[in-house]
Every structure is written in C-alpha cells, then in structure tokens.
C-alpha cells in the first residue's frame, strides 16, 4: 500500500556503507521505506533483504523492471556510478548517490542531464555536511567566535586496515578514478568549503607509500579560498600505525577550534579565556555515525516536501573538482584552478 508521508527506496549496492546508511535509516528516516536491495553478490542481496524486509535483486536493471520503489540509493563503486544513475534516472526514479559522482567531470556532466530530463530529485551522498562537529564549526565562525579567519589545516590520515584490504576496488584507479584526494579526502574537503566557502585553487604533491594502491595514499596540498585564505589538506594512507592529532585545526585571530582524531576525538575551543582548550562536543564519532540518517533525512525531504537539499549537484562537484585539481597539478608542479 502506497502511504504519501513514506518514500519507498532501493538500496543498490549491499557492502560497506550501505549497512551505516540502513543503520542511519533505522534510527533517523521513518519516511524511508526499504522496498528492494540489490546486488551482484547473492549472499550480500540476501543478508541486506533480511535485514531490511527489502526483496533481492541481482541487478539495478531487474530491480527497476520487477521492484516496487520510486527512489534508488547507489552504493557501487565508483566506476558503476556514471550508468547506474542514468538507467536510475531514465526510469523516473529520485536518486541519492554515493560520494564521488562520478569518476570524471563528463561522468558528471551526464548524470546531472539525465536528473535535469527527469525532473526527479538528485543528492550527491556527502555526510560530512552533516557532521555535527563540522556545523558547529560553521555556527561558530559565523559568530565571530575565533575572530577573523586567518588559515585552516585539516589531515585525514590512517592506518589502513582490513576492511580496506577486503575491497581490492579501492586500490584500482580504473575503478576509483584516483586514490585518497577523490575518496575519503572528499570528507576532510567539504567541511572547509562549508567553513571557508569555495576553493578557487590548488598546488599540491603527492605519492604512493601504500604499495598495493594504485591512485595516491599521499597527499600534501594548499587550497587558496576565494575569500583569499590559504589552507593546508593532507592525506594518508599508510600501512602503518599513526598516532594521536588534530583533524581539523582552523585559526583565527582570537582563538583556535580544534578538532580531535580518533573516533572518541573532540571539538575545544582554545582562546584567552580558555587556554587549555573549552570541551564543545565530546565523542564525535557518535554524531558521524548519526549524520548517514541526517543526510538521508534531507533527501527523504526533497523529495516528499519539496524542501531544498543542503547541497545540490553542482555544489557537490566541489570535492571531486578539487581532487581532480589536485592530480593536475601534481603533474604541473602549479596552481591549478578547481571550477575552471
Ligand atoms: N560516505 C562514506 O563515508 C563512505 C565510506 C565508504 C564508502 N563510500 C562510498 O560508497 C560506495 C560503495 O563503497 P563500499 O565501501 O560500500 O564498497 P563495498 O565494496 O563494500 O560495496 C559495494 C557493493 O557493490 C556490489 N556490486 C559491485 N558491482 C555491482 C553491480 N554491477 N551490481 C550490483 N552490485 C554490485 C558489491 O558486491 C558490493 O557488495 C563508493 O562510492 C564509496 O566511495 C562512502
């Protein structure tokens, strides 16, 4: 029975990340209503039907043919994205994707024609933008808090472990279309621009200390905000222990917030009041884990009101674009503009 405050939905793709996104459905998106999950490996398409009372399917193609579902959540790699989204599209159907949309700019171009010729909604899956240490950030420069911006410095570094090492995808850049920048990196790359708005360049190196991976498991880059700021991104993968540090340092000129690694990390704030840092959230981890919900909280939205997604399409490219920058300019040894 079709109930209009439900929107049934199909989860394509049955590994990793869909089980966090079922998870953040389960506790945050009631409007949600798992009808269908598909995978090319039965044993996953099973597992996940049990989970979620959502019927098996082999394929994207048979799901569309044979299920019950007006929108479809993509959690394919990445080089799968480009056609699951436009057959996805083709039929009609809303379309929330996993980060990054595609593995190049003409991917890209092609997936927002085919959301534009159906009219349906299209959310580009970033849940760093819902994080509630990164918008609490937002909230407190907009207040003035740390004072006047002056530079930013986030690391996204870790030891990778076996649940990498379970996806040999991961490791193939024809798969990935790049390594950490256009991965994971793109975590660490949306809470600047939610911070500092839009990057306008990059100079960047990078390298390859994780031997089985393909794309870059290094990566030391300085983003030039249009406002001017300069920030610095670093990014690791290394098979190796890393220790203790900050995720996100932003500096301004009457305090710092600091966000802690490790995942019962925290947020302080360090000023002269505070000089051995003021606890602003504690356990961020908790709330990372909550934002999969959140972020599919405001795709269920979209579609079911009509409310505007916190970011579009286009504005989602930012990450992607900024990784591509990034490879262009490891080849160059210059700046290479983002959004040119
Ligand atoms: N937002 C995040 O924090 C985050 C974290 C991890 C992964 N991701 C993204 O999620 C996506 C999936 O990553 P993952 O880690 O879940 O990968 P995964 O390998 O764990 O899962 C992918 C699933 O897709 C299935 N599959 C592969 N080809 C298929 C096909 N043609 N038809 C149907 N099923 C097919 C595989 O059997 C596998 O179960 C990627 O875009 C990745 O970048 C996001």
Known sequence: MTDPRRLKIALVGCGGIAKAHWRGIQAHVPELWVTAV?????????????????????????????????????????????????????????????????TTLDGCEQIMAAAMRAGT????????????????????????????????????????????????WRYDKNITGGGICI????????????????????????????????????????????????????????GSFIGPGA?????????????????????????KENPDGQLLLANKKEGRDAAFGYELSDFAHAVLDGTALQAGPEDSLGELRTALAIYRSAETGCWEKVWA
């Open 38 to 102: 598909v995978d090319a490996d039965a044993t996953r398409a099973a597992d996940m039907a049990a989970e979620t009372g959502g019927q098996p399917f082999a394929s994207l193609e048979q799901a569309l043919a044979e299920g019950d579902f007006d929108a479809v959540d993509i959690m394919l790699p990445h080089n799968l994205h480009e056609d699951a989204a436009i057959l996805a599209f083709r039929a009609g159907k809303h379309v929330v994707l996993e980060k990054p949309m595609a």
């Open 121 to 168: 909604v299209f959310m580009v899956a970033e849940q760093a933008a819902y994080w509630p240490d990164a918008q609490k950030i937002r909230q407190l420069l907009k207040e003035g808090v740390i004072g006047e911006v002056i530079t930013a410095r986030a690391y996204f570094g870790g030891a990778v472990g076996s649940g990498w090492g379970s996806k040999p």
């Open 183 to 238: 991965d994971g990196g793109a975590h660490w790359i949306r809470p600047l621009r939610m911070w500092l708005g839009e990057i306008d360049e990059v100079v960047a190196v990078i390298g390859h200390p994780l031997a089985e991976m393909e794309g870059e498991s290094l990566a030391h880059a300085l983003f030039r905000f249009q406002s001017g700021i300069v920030a610095t991104f670093d990014a690791l993968h290394a």
């Open 247 to 271: 995720e996100f340092r932003v500096t301004g000129t009457q305090g710092e917030l600091v966000v802690e690694k490790g995942s019962d990390g925290r947020l302080l704030l360090y000023n």
